[in-house]
């Protein structure tokens, strides 16, 4: 198993599964971004035949760090394709921030490796390119997010005409009780009440836009229609999303919320192994509640459901605004309500394409985070017309 991101929330989950499961999973190689320290540390508990930096700055720190260690280590795009692409790799476990990952991706696909994916922007802006690429290779692609792994669950043995919709759940984030979102703090933003996550996914728990996201990426990988795909807020997060069929049947999939459960799937699967996760006692939860999502309150759900509706470049954009839009929030440089008005406004000055191809999707990538990036310094109290802009 080569672990993409192996320093983050997913990764490291993904070494203690690994760890757990025990032969014949062995991690042959380890990736970070810029964490050489923490990447070290990783380097000399598992012993991987490759390390790597995505940033290739930091690698003669990585070294130094390393000593004598006998490992490989390679940085850049080009050194994270050619451990997607190895002989040693069978798995490819994408957890790496962001679309650095895509290219990896597209490498571990061409080899047909087994992708077990948690990046979910990677799906969003390049979709149909990357199930393109799924279907013309040998190659599996599983979902490493415990909604999308539930549709697959739920999807076993089951045909697609049959399929009326799915049904995502949503924790509801740190804000489903709260009125005014005008005047919350980064620190509340990034209190999420069930998950533990990396910084920019909670925001977007909280904003609403990581089931946009994820309402995105399941349409394009299970190949449905924008309206096939419904949202329902569920705090208690034990069931994990549902499938709804033609005959009015909904099939559910729950468990307790443990992102470990879907990564061991995603590594096992089609079959099953003993886990850490809790078993779920229903007597002792008693109630599961669900509920309408606000989309006043949270307009990033709709523009997500635009941009799938639109397609082309749309949900490319959308994801690019967003990822500045939320990174600027952080840095405390606009408001939390401001993400959606940045997102919205960026998406505003793309045009509806058709088919599009990785170098216009590439190109819109750049144009969106740079023309995200000028909303945001305009100011969001002006509110000019925006000229339309052509990649
Ligand atoms: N956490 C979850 O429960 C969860 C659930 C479903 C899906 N996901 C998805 O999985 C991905 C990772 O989430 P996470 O929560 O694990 O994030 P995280 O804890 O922030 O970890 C991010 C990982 O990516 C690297 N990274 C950071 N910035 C990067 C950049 N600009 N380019 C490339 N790599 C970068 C980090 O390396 P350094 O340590 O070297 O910076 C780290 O290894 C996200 O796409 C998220 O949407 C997460």
Redesign the pocket.
Known sequence: VAVF???????RRTLDVVERLGAPFRIVALI????AQ??AEQVLRFRPDFAA??DPERVTTLEHALGRCRVRVLSGVEGMERIAGAAQTDIVVM????T??LLPVLAALDAGKRVAL????IIVGFGPLVMERVRRSRAELLP???ELSAILQCLDGERAEEIRRVILTASGGPFRRVRDLSRVTVEQTLRHPT?R?????TV?SASLM?KGLEMIETAYYFGLKPEQVDVLVHPQSIVHSLVEFRDGTLIAQMAMPD?RLPIQYALTYPGRRVSPVRPTRLERIRTLEFAAPDLKRFPCLGLARTALRQGGLKPCVLNSANDIAVRAFLDRRIGFVDIAEVTARTMRRFPDRGRVDLEQLLAAELMARAAAETEIRRGLHSRPASATILP
């Open positions: 991101g192996s320093t983050g929330a997913i990764g970070a971004n810029r964490n923490k990447l930096l995505a957890g790496l921030a962001g650095q990952g948690a990046t979910k922007e490493v997010d415990s998950w996550m990396g910084r920019k996914i977007d990581n992102m």
